[in-house]
Each structure stands twice: as structure tokens, then as C-alpha cells.
């Protein structure tokens, strides 16, 4: 079983920088695919970002290209999310979540997809 621990949201004003981290428990997490995801209010969960169980291949939503950026250590059980050049449509409530197989799909990319979640960090950009 494997559970995950998201920290690092906050406040902070458009332009800044955050690092979201994920921290997982249990074994098996180095060998599962891991993403971020996020929901606003009154909005669908969509993906951000995701990362192959080595850190290896690494996958961006358009909105975040080129801002974010997903790694992982494995060595510390952890997932990271460094994001930059925040933007007020960046508010969301922001969640780790693990795939039980080492690679994600780029055909599917949607919640069902994983099996494992933490419970969200807050991330709020202002103008």
C-alpha cells in the first residue's frame, strides 16, 4: 500500500515560485508512475504533470509548459513540483497521485488512471 503527503502550497503573488513536494510511504512507490494534479473551484481535476518511475520521461499540460517542472527522488520517496512564473489561473487545490505500474500513458492521462492520492495542497497566486 502506498501513501502519499503533499506540502509546500501557500500564498504567493503572480510572478513567484513554489515547490510542491510529495512524499509517499511504502516501498513500491519508486516504481510507480507519479503526477500532479489540480482542481479549481467549480472546475474538473485535470493533470499538470507526470513522471515514469525514474524520472526519466516527464509529461506537461499546456498551461504549464515551459513554467513547471516534475522530478523525483527516489532515494527520499519524494515528487516534486517546482513552479514559476505563477499566474493567478494557477489557484487551485493541487494533489499527488501514484500509478501502480512504472510508466504513465499519454492516451490516458485522466484520474482513473491512479490509484493512490494524498489530499491536496492549497496554491493560491494573486494579481
Known amino acids: 500500500q502506498v501513501q502519499v503527503v503533499e506540502s509546500g502550497g501557500g500564498l504567493v503573488q503572480a510572478g513567484g515560485s513554489l515547490r510542491l513536494s510529495c512524499a509517499a510511504s511504502g516501498h513500491t512507490f519508486s516504481r510507480y508512475a507519479t503526477a500532479w494534479f489540480r482542481q479549481a473551484p467549480g472546475k474538473e481535476r485535470e493533470i499538470v504533470a507526470a513522471?515514469?518511475?525514474?524520472?526519466?520521461?516527464?509529461y506537461y499540460a499546456d498551461s504549464v509548459k515551459g513554467r513547471f517542472t516534475i522530478s523525483r527522488d527516489n532515494a527520499k520517496n519524494t515528487v516534486y513540483l517546482q513552479m514559476n512564473s505563477l499566474k493567478p489561473e494557477d489557484t487551485a487545490v493541487y494533489y499527488c497521485a501514484a500509478r501502480p505500474s512504472p510508466y504513465y500513458r499519454d492516451s490516458d492521462l485522466g484520474t482513473d488512471e491512479y490509484n493512490y492520492w494524498g489530499q491536496g495542497t492549497q496554491v493560491t497566486v494573486s494579481s
Open positions: 513522471v515514469d518511475w525514474s524520472g526519466g520521461s516527464t
